[in-house]
């Protein structure tokens, strides 16, 4: 069964970074797009970005473009999340999540359990 | 595109039927909708894509339809575990989801 694992969250300062990993076990992961996604707390999920399967492409929602940047090592299977520029709204738990093999703006069918970013002084 | 859930909150018992709803706020062509579940303290699992497809695993009492601006989710006969909170997504252009409809048990 496909399984993504995620790391990597705590407590950071505003106008701090953090970084993101996400390891992935037990699928072909060099052949899938590969998404984040967050979820502040009582809110719906918010897509933040979608890496292509060999790291060549990547699209961001516009409340993070500029600031976060992913990407991914095929050799480890891991996606990573570089966070800069934290403010208070970037709060949330942040998941990572299996896409399509083709299509980046697609569903995702395989879901890690997310890791938790606090954003305070 | 903002989608909209509706009910925002649904109070059933185990057997009812439950249908919630997903409304998108402008046409986009070749779009998607999808239909997640989440449990407290969970991620989202995904129940529904292509609008009308079950993903592996889901029973059959989970059933998607729509067009146009408009999804919905219909749950046949409500089994305890299907109390949880469900989200919709719209895919294909662009890629957002709904704020979530709350199954609760009456």
């Known amino acids: 069964q496909a399984n993504l694992v995620e790391s990597g969250g705590g407590v950071v300062q505003p106008g701090g970074s953090l970084r993101l990993s996400c390891a992935a076990s037990?699928?072909?992961?060099?052949?899938?797009?590969m998404h984040w996604v967050r979820q502040a707390p009582g809110k719906g999920p918010e897509w933040l970005a979608v890496i292509s399967y060999d790291g060549g492409d990547r699209y961001y929602g516009d409340s993070v473009e500029g600031r976060f940047t992913v990407s991914r090592d095929n050799s480890k299977n891991v996606v990573y999340l570089q966070m800069d520029s934290l403010r208070g709204d970037d709060t949330a738990v942040y998941y990572c999540?299996?896409?399509?093999?083709?299509?980046?703006?697609?569903?995702?069918?395989?879901w890690g359990k997310g890791t938790a970013v606090t954003v305070s002084s | 595109i903002v989608l909209t859930q509706s009910p925002g909150t649904l109070s059933l018992s185990p057997g009812d039927r439950a249908t919630l709803s997903c409304k998108a706020s402008?046409?986009?062509?070749?779009?998607?909708s999808a239909w997640y579940q989440q449990k407290p303290g969970q991620a989202p699992r995904l129940l529904i894509h292509?609008?009308?497809k079950r993903a592996t695993g889901i029973p059959d009492r989970f059933s998607g339809s729509g067009s146009g601006t408009d999804s919905t989710l219909t749950i046949t006969r409500l089994e305890p575990e299907d109390f949880a909170v469900y989200y919709c997504?719209?895919?294909?252009?662009?890629?957002?989801f709904g704020g979530g409809s709350k199954v609760e048990m009456k």
């Open positions: 999540a299996r896409g399509d093999v083709y299509y980046y703006y697609h569903y995702m069918d395989v």
């Open positions: 037990t699928f072909s992961f060099s052949s899938y797009t």
């Open positions: 997504q719209l895919y294909g252009t662009s890629l957002t």
């Open positions: 402008q046409s986009v062509g070749n779009t998607y």
């Open positions: 292509s609008t009308s």
